[in-house]
């Protein structure tokens, strides 16, 4: 499979805000459909045509599916999503409704990429989930086949799995776990699509040091290093944040997520902007070792 990496292309929408409050940093809440209408056109303006979703994101695929049929764009794009992580994954016919659901609420024929939502989905794969899958290929209601991950030792054995072409992993200015696991060179090998996720950490890296929640603190001088960071290379600290992944990792497509059309405008902006600033070797010397506890969203307290 030949892989595009177009300089914008590289970007994905994701999905979670159209559908439900999302993330630490989340100032508005879910925007209404007007709203997520002028994001998901503000993303297709900007080169985007990539669209992460999930049917545990609330109720973003039904939001997601309106917005590109009225748009009249639906056809044109790629739309990764996710089977709901709450059903049997061993269980042929909860796939197959599952599927189903997914192409009536997104208003499509076929799905460019089927995630697992769970890495521990990847145990099924010998006791009938890779059959499952196969037809959904041969079908051709599922172009690709991938799953989303928490664990480098996870990530190598999805790798070794033929029928996965795609996954997808977090990395940022402070998680560099899959980068040093060679994940990334293992994936390119494979030419498997790479997608991160959590490029902001939840919107973590972009708070002001003084609204973090008492229950965060221990997060307090991360932030702090990433301002000072900001200030050093004069760039705010989205510019910091995506000029290190896209330095970083030129074999990776990169997941944002925004909760109004101002904020992609400026995370788009930000990506394109063509300050020639190498930022990635301070940032790893600065954030060679980082506590789990912040980088692991699955680790904070609520």
């Not at 508005?28 to 998901?40: E, S």
């Not at 049997?88 to 939502?117: P, R, T, W």
């Amino acid at each position: 499979m030949k892989i595009d990496y177009n300089y914008s292309s590289r970007i994905v929408l994701g999905t979670a805000q159209l559908g439900m409050n999302y993330g630490i940093a989340n100032k508005t809440g879910k925007p209404d459909l007007a709203t997520a209408r002028d994001i998901v056109h503000t993303a297709w303006d900007g080169g985007i045509r990539y669209f992460d979703t999930a049917q545990a994101y609330g109720e973003s695929e039904q939001v997601l599916g309106a917005v590109l049929s009225d748009l009249g764009i639906g056809n044109e794009v790629h739309i990764i999503t996710k089977p709901s992580p709450d059903i049997d994954h061993g269980n042929k016919k909860n796939l197959e409704d599952a599927l189903s659901q997914s192409l009536e609420d997104l208003k499509c024929d076929h799905i460019y990429g089927l995630m697992l939502h769970r890495e521990t989905f990847l145990d099924l794969f010998e006791t009938g989930l890779a059959d499952t899958l196969k037809t959904f290929l041969r079908q051709g209601l599922v172009e690709n086949i991938g799953v989303s991950l928490y664990s480098p030792i996870r990530a190598k054995a999805a790798l070794e799995i033929p029928i996965i072409s795609m996954i997808q992993v977090p990395a940022n200015m402070c998680d560099h776990r899959f980068f040093e696991a060679d994940i990334f060179d293992l994936a390119k090998k494979k030419s498997a699509m790479m997608f991160i996720r959590s490029v902001f950490l939840q919107g973590l890296l972009l708070m002001d040091i003084r609204k973090i929640p008492k229950v965060m603190q221990f997060a307090a001088p991360v932030i702090d290093k990433v301002e000072q960071l900001s200030q050093e290379f004069n760039l705010t600290r989205e510019e910091l944040a995506l000029s290190y992944v896209r330095q970083k990792y030129p074999h990776a497509f990169v997941v944002v997520g925004a909760e109004t059309k101002q904020q992609l405008a400026s995370n788009l902006s930000a990506w394109k902007s063509e300050k020639s600033v190498l930022v990635t070797t301070r940032i790893d010397e600065i954030f060679s070792e980082v506590d789990e506890r912040i980088i692991n969203p699955t680790l904070w307290p609520h």
